[in-house]
């Protein structure tokens, strides 16, 4: 049971250049996340989606784009890649059981934009 | 808007000297806060969610509660292993495209020293 898989683990961006953030779970769970955190932030909630087919806005969605076409995946879209993108990203998913709303984490991609 | 607020942003204790971390929190209608554990280069681990005022939960020399406007962690005895990033998020009750989104704090970082 490997959890929630992130791809690439980590990427160096020219400024202007466009990369897919893969995210990936096996556990069958309902709602997808992805967040980004910056050095002594907490996390800050990019996109979301609670079932494939279904996304929405979190805090931070300016210059990403997600899409959810199946359950088990959820890739995150830089277009137009700017040094403010440079972050740590993680995908987390999670059950919509009504006594268990614990997410679980990926391990991180950790993206540098130059 | 939901908000969370950590103190103190850094914490350094003795090998068993006890201590508390504290998560303040604003929400509207509060379904569920959530510890999490962040070692580097990782992404959170999940601790324990409470869901009302009067709750407590318990995890090793771990032991977190909840008020109707905060939540300690209460570290007891702590261990070097014990070092790490503890992260506190909120997620409001269910409604419109709310539900399930998790807000974080800006964590705590833990160094215990032997």
């Known amino acids: 049971n490997a959890g929630v898989t992130q791809t690439p683990k980590f990427r160096i961006l020219k400024i202007g250049q466009s990369m897919t953030l893969q995210c990936t779970q096996d556990m069958n769970h309902n709602y997808m996340y992805w967040y980004r955190q910056d050095p002594g932030m907490g996390l800050k909630l990019i996109y979301y989606?609670?079932?494939?087919?279904?996304?929405d806005k979190g805090e931070v969605p300016n210059g990403y784009n997600v899409s959810r076409s199946t359950t088990e995946d959820f890739p995150l879209r830089l277009e137009l890649a700017a040094p403010s993108q440079t972050s740590v990203y993680f995908c987390?998913?999670?059950?919509?059981?009504?006594?268990?709303?614990?997410?679980?984490f990926g391990q991180g991609t950790r993206l540098t934009v130059v | 808007e939901d908000q969370v607020t950590q103190s103190p942003e850094a914490l350094r204790l003795q090998e068993g000297e006890s201590s508390s971390l504290n998560c303040s929190y604003t929400?509207?209608?509060?379904?569920?806060l959530f510890w999490y554990r962040q070692d580097p280069g990782k992404g959170p681990e999940f601790l324990f969610t409470l869901y009302s005022a009067g709750e407590e939960k318990e995890k090793e020399r771990l032991k977190a509660t909840l008020t109707k406007k905060e939540s300690f962690l209460h570290i007891t005895a702590p261990k070097p292993e014990d070092s790490a990033t503890y992260l506190c998020a909120v997620q409001a009750r269910a409604g419109g495209t709310s539900y399930g989104k998790l807000t974080f704090g800006q964590g705590t970082i833990l160094t215990v020293h032997p």
């Open positions: 929400v509207s209608g509060l379904r569920g």
């Open positions: 987390a998913s999670g059950v919509t059981d009504l006594m268990n709303t614990e997410a679980f």
């Open positions: 989606s609670v079932g494939a087919g279904i996304t």
